[in-house]
């Protein structure tokens, strides 16, 4: 049984930083595709970053340069450091395991339970 599961949101002020992490279990994040999305109200959930088993990286254009995502395979954890964040990047941020062939939301293999994040003016 794949579980993902996320922490590390919360409310910033814009131009601050958090770090979310993305514990699995059932699912070895070095051998699988491995990526964040987010869903702020109102909008369809949009991919952001993803990491590749190789390690290859891949950012949504809004987020290049802010948002880093990384993984720890001792810890079998994925990371999205968030950076220089605005009040649009306000949204419920997931973590999951998307087809590496297709990262549509619709083709997502696995979701985790999303965590909140808040960005002020």
């Known amino acids: 049984q794949v579980q993902l599961v996320e922490s590390g949101g919360g409310l910033v002020q814009a131009g601050g930083s958090l770090r979310l992490s993305c514990a699995a279990s059932?699912?070895?994040?070095?051998?699988?595709?491995m990526g964040w999305y987010r869903q702020a109200p109102g909008q369809q959930r949009e991919l952001v970053a993803v990491?590749?088993?190789?390690?290859?990286?891949y950012y949504a254009d809004s987020v290049k340069g802010r948002l880093t995502t990384s993984r720890d395979a001792a810890k079998n954890t994925v990371y999205l450091q968030m950076n220089n964040l605005k009040p649009e990047d306000t949204a419920v941020y997931y973590c999951?395991?998307?087809?590496?062939?297709?990262?549509?939301?619709?083709?997502?293999?696995?979701w985790g339970q999303g965590t909140q994040v808040t960005v002020s003016s």
């Open positions: 999951a395991a998307p087809n590496p062939r297709d990262t549509s939301a619709r083709y997502v293999r696995y």
């Open positions: 059932g699912i070895i994040v070095s051998r699988n595709a």
């Open positions: 990491i590749s088993s190789p390690g290859n990286t």
